[in-house]
């Protein structure tokens, strides 16, 4: 079993990088969003389309690039996909998107957190003995989504706060799965 689990991912830690700007771009995008509260919801959709394409395009490489050597592949494919989607929809489509934005976003933070959880069973199955620090933001990003989703007549400012901390949440997640894949690479 270990052996199909070291031969699975051999060739995609070589890639563990792109998650790591992923979630460097995640982690800065939610200290943006919650440093500039007062921004028109305009800028903030055109923002967060980019930040979430951008996320999108390093998953999808990712994926691409890891294909022949991931089972799963498929997954973290459509998860990029499903960013690519996202963000494109922001940008295509601001002023809509201003009336719509906390729930958008809420939603693709729900997505992201479900596959998050996945990512982090994943790792408990590599052995890897502090994969609860992973689900335990995978589940973090899930409440803030929830937050996010529940609270939506509270106002801009809440759903900016929120929408921030759940953007630094997936960011360390993402960071932390990229160092558990470079750890990996190291093993071989």
Known sequence: MTTIIYKTYKSAISHWWLILLAGIVLIGLGIWIIASPFQSF???SKIFAMGIFATGVF??????????????????LVSGLVDLFV??????????????????????MLFRGVFAIG??????AYGFLDWRWLLTSAI?????????????????V??????????????????????????????F
């Not at 990512?119 to 408990?124: H, Q, Y």
């Not at 409440?143 to 609270?151: K, M, P, R, S, W």
Request: proline letters at 2%; a positive charge.
């Open 140 to 156: 973090f990003v899930i409440l803030l989504a929830c937050l996010i989703l529940g609270n939506l007549a509270f106002g801009v």
């Open 59 to 76: 998953e999808v490489v990712f994926a691409l690039n890891n294909h022949k050597s991931i089972e799963a592949w498929g997954w973290t």
């Open 119 to 124: 990512n982090s069973i994943d790792m408990r």
């Open 87 to 108: 963000g494109g929809y922001l940008f295509l489509y601001p002023l809509i998107t201003m009336v719509i934005l906390p729930v958008i976003i809420g939603f693709w």
């Open 158 to 187: 809440n759903t900016i706060v929120w929408t921030g901390l759940a953007f630094i949440c997936a960011g360390i997640f993402r960071i932390h799965l990229s160092i558990k894949l470079r750890k990996l690479k190291h093993n």
């Open 42 to 44: 305009l800028s903030l």
